[in-house]
């Protein structure tokens, strides 16, 4: 659909832009990843208040996670999560093969080194989702070979 | 599909909802990062422009429109065809020269202000969907169009609509066919 074209075309310039004027500034790199994630984070504060509107009450944790992998990728990136694995301790890890953000990137290990810069901000989307639904989380992802990453969501116990 | 129709308005309409959410969250950060309204306005500029050299290939893609004959035919494409496509809204188009070259689109709706309510006191000259102007000039350009594109009236700034204006850099006259 046409919106995905502009949100994806946003998102690599906001993060090309970024990691430029970075360059041309203080040399920080690390600052960059923390600023996209914090924006991903109020993203999906409030896009998750939206989209939870009208649905039922969750009954536990794992209730969660299932909605995350299902409606809100399926809402956000037109697909499930494919894969999504638990220690029922807290550490959830959610595969996608195909992620959107990368697939038009490579398929392969070709521009490995970039892509956790276009992984930022969508970990700070499951970790402001996460968060408006009442869970305190850490989000990272790993990338072995792309299109296919892992977002690895530890929960916090307060 | 067990889902229910309205279901998917809902989906459509969230998506949309996640660029717009997406543009206020970049807005916030470069008013972190930069002080002077001018600068954000510049950068907004900049990276409007690098995705507008990229939107019109997926615009022709998607539309497959044949080619514009004039100015006004151009301007009206943009105001109908492509902010429906991406927006979700249309403009209404007027001729404001004799020469035929300088037009503005009114918008009555504008879908990425639609979680903004004012902008704060110490960001007077900001101006919010300065990406629009960016997109739209790297769009013409691409096409081979050179035009200035800015904005008029925001009425994020108080005026009654908001308006967008392109100015055509080269003289109107017949075009030929070039293929």
């Known amino acids: 659909m046409a919106d995905e074209t502009l949100f994806l075309l946003l998102h690599n310039e906001m993060v090309a832009g970024l990691y430029r004027a970075a360059e041309q500034g203080e040399g920080e790199n690390g600052r960059c990843t923390t600023k996209l994630e914090s924006m991903g984070f109020r993203v999906g504060q409030g896009l998750i208040e939206r989209f939870t509107k009208d649905t039922a009450r969750f009954k536990d944790e794992l209730d969660i996670m299932k909605f995350i992998c299902k409606d809100f990728w399926t809402t956000v990136f037109k697909k499930q999560i494919d894969n999504l694995r638990t220690n029922h301790q807290g550490i959830y890890v959610l595969q996608d093969n195909k992620f959107r953000l990368l697939t038009q990137m490579s398929a392969g290990k070709q521009y490995l080194e970039h892509a956790p810069k276009y992984l930022a901000f969508t970990c700070g989307l499951i970790r402001g989702g996460l968060s408006n639904l009442g869970i305190k989380s850490i989000v990272t992802a790993e990338v072995s070979s792309m299109p296919a990453c892992k977002f690895q969501v530890m929960i916090q116990k307060m | ?179």
């Open chain 2, 1 to 179: 599909m067990s889902r229910p129709p309205a279901r998917k308005q809902e989906n459509h309409k969230i998506s949309r909802e996640l660029f717009v959410l997406t543009y206020g969250a970049l807005v916030a950060q470069l008013c972190k990062d930069y002080e002077k309204d001018e600068d954000v306005n510049i950068c907004l500029d900049r990276m409007g422009y690098s995705i507008g050299i990229r939107l019109i290939d997926d615009f022709l893609a998607r539309s497959a429109v044949k080619k514009c004959r004039s100015y006004s035919e151009t301007t009206d494409m943009i105001a109908q065809v492509a902010f429906k496509m991406y927006l979700g809204v249309t403009a209404s188009v007027s001729c404001t020269s004799a020469a035929g070259n300088e037009f503005s689109l009114i918008l009555d709706k504008n879908p990425l202000v639609d979680f903004v309510e004012e902008l704060p006191a110490e960001r007077a000259s900001l101006c919010y969907c300065n990406l629009l102007c960016g997109v739209i000039r790297g769009a013409l350009e691409m096409v081979h169009l050179a035009a200035e594109v800015t904005f008029l009236q925001d009425r994020l700034k108080g005026d009654a609509v908001t308006e967008i204006g392109i100015t055509f850099l080269r003289k109107a006259e017949d075009r030929k066919h070039k293929r």
